[in-house]
């Protein structure tokens, strides 16, 4: 999230005073500064491939929610919830909706 919104500086907050100090002068003089273990985990983490709402509906499926209260919940039908839930299921390519639940929540996106 950080470097989609152009920071030019980014390091660990534990790292040591000379390191900090270096990408302080670096990021002064217009380089860009990303330590390096930041670097390999946004270059692991994936980008969510479920849609603003598909996120909602699986929230609220992981507070315990039956698709029929989530239908009432979002304004929808009992059929669009369990469409919703098929989709993500399908989309993270988990099992059922517990390992969907699971998924998403493994990777921060619940």
């Known amino acids: 999230r950080a470097l989609s919104a152009k920071v030019t500086g980014f390091m660990l ?3 040591p005073a000379a390191q900090l100090a270096d990408a302080i002068r670096n990021v002064a003089a217009g380089r860009r500064v990303v330590d390096s273990q930041l670097a390999m985990a946004a270059w692991d983490s994936a980008e969510c491939p479920l849609t ?6 699986l929230r609220l499926t992981a507070e315990g929610m039956q698709a029929v209260d989530i239908a009432g ?9 369990r469409n919703y839930l098929t989709t993500i299921i399908s989309k993270l390519t988990a099992r059922n909706r517990v390992d969907a639940i699971r998924i998403a929540r493994d990777a921060g996106w619940l």
Not at 52 to 57: L, M
Not at 73 to 81: D, H
């Open 52 to 57: 603003p709402r598909e996120i909602e509906v």
């Open 13 to 15: 907050k534990d790292a």
């Open 73 to 81: 919940r979002l304004f929808l039908s009992v059929g669009t919830v």
